[in-house]
C-alpha cells in the first residue's frame, strides 16, 4: 500500500500535499511585486538620466516611484484579494449553511458528482459517506468548488507582501543609478537590472515548475524594451531642449 510519504518520495516534484493555491498566490504576488518594481524604477531613472545628469533629479524620480510604486502595489493587491476572499467566504458560507438544512440531500449530491467524475455508483456512494463522515464541507467544497478554507487569503497580508517585493525590487536599480560614477551609471544601470530579471524570472519558474529559459527571456526582453524606450525618450527631450 502506498501512503502518502511514499508518494512524496517517489514523486518529489509534484505537490502531493500542503496548499499549493496559496503558495501560487504568494508567489505570484512575489514575483510580479519584484519584477514591477525592478522594471518601473529602472525605467523612471534611466529615463530622467537620459534627460539630466542631475543626481539630484534622478534620485528625487526614483525614490517617489519607488513608493509611490510600492502603495499602488498594495492598494492593487488589497482590492483584489478582499474580492476574492469575500466571494471565497460568501461560498464557504453558504454551502455550510446547506449542509445544516439538509445533509442528507447533500450527501445524494456529492454522490452524484462522483459518478460524474467516472466512479460507479456504489463506490461513489462510499467515498462520498466516508468524506462526509470525516469533513463534510471540506469534501463539498473540494468536489462543487474546487476550493478549500485554506485558500482564503488575508487582504492585509497579500498587500504587504506586494509592497515589500515591490520596495525589494526598486532599491536595486535606484543604487545602481545613484552609487557609480556618472560616466557609467547608465550601463551599470541596465547591466544590473537585467542580470535581476533574469534571477527573477528563473526562481519564479523554478518554484513554479514552468519553464526556465521562456520566463527568463520572456521578462528579460521586456526590461530590456522598457529600459531602451525610456532613456530614447530622455534622450529626445534632452536634445529637444525641453528637459
Known amino acids: 500500500m502506498t501512503t502518502s510519504t511514499d508518494t512524496t518520495a ?48 534622478i534620485a528625487t524620480a526614483g525614490a517617489a516611484g519607488l513608493v509611490g ?15 476574492q476572499s469575500d466571494s471565497q467566504r460568501a461560498l464557504i458560507e453558504k454551502e455550510r449553511q446547506e449542509l445544516a438544512q439538509d445533509p442528507a440531500e447533500e450527501l445524494d449530491e456529492l454522490t452524484q458528482l462522483y459518478v460524474a467524475q467516472g466512479l460507479s455508483r456504489d463506490t461513489a456512494a462510499t467515498v462520498a459517506r466516508e468524506l462526509t463522515a470525516k469533513d463534510a ?27 515589500a517585493a515591490f520596495t525589494i525590487g526598486a532599491i536595486l536599480p535606484l543604487l545602481a543609478m545613484l552609487l557609480p560614477p556618472e560616466s557609467i551609471r547608465v550601463p551599470v544601470t541596465f547591466a544590473a537590472v537585467l542580470v535581476a530579471l533574469a ?28 529600459l531602451a524606450a525610456t532613456y530614447g525618450i530622455g534622450l529626445l527631450l534632452h536634445t529637444g531642449g525641453i528637459a
Open 10 to 57: 517517489t514523486h518529489p516534484d509534484e505537490p502531493h500535499g500542503g496548499n499549493l493555491a496559496g503558495r501560487l498566490n504568494w508567489l505570484r504576488a512575489g514575483v510580479l511585486g519584484a519584477n514591477d518594481g525592478i522594471v518601473s524604477v529602472a525605467a523612471i531613472v534611466v529615463g530622467v538620466a537620459g534627460a539630466s545628469t542631475s543626481t539630484g533629479a
Open 69 to 83: 510604486g510600492a502603495i499602488s502595489m498594495a492598494l492593487g493587491e488589497y482590492v483584489s484579494v478582499s474580492s
Open 137 to 163: 464541507l471540506r469534501a463539498h467544497l473540494s468536489v462543487e468548488l474546487g476550493i478549500s478554507e485554506d485558500d482564503v487569503v488575508s487582504p492585509w497580508r497579500a498587500a504587504f507582501a506586494s509592497a
Open 199 to 226: 534571477l527573477t524570472g528563473a526562481v519564479g519558474a523554478r518554484i513554479g515548475g514552468g519553464s526556465t529559459t521562456r520566463a527568463t527571456v520572456r521578462v528579460v526582453v521586456g526590461g530590456a524594451v522598457a
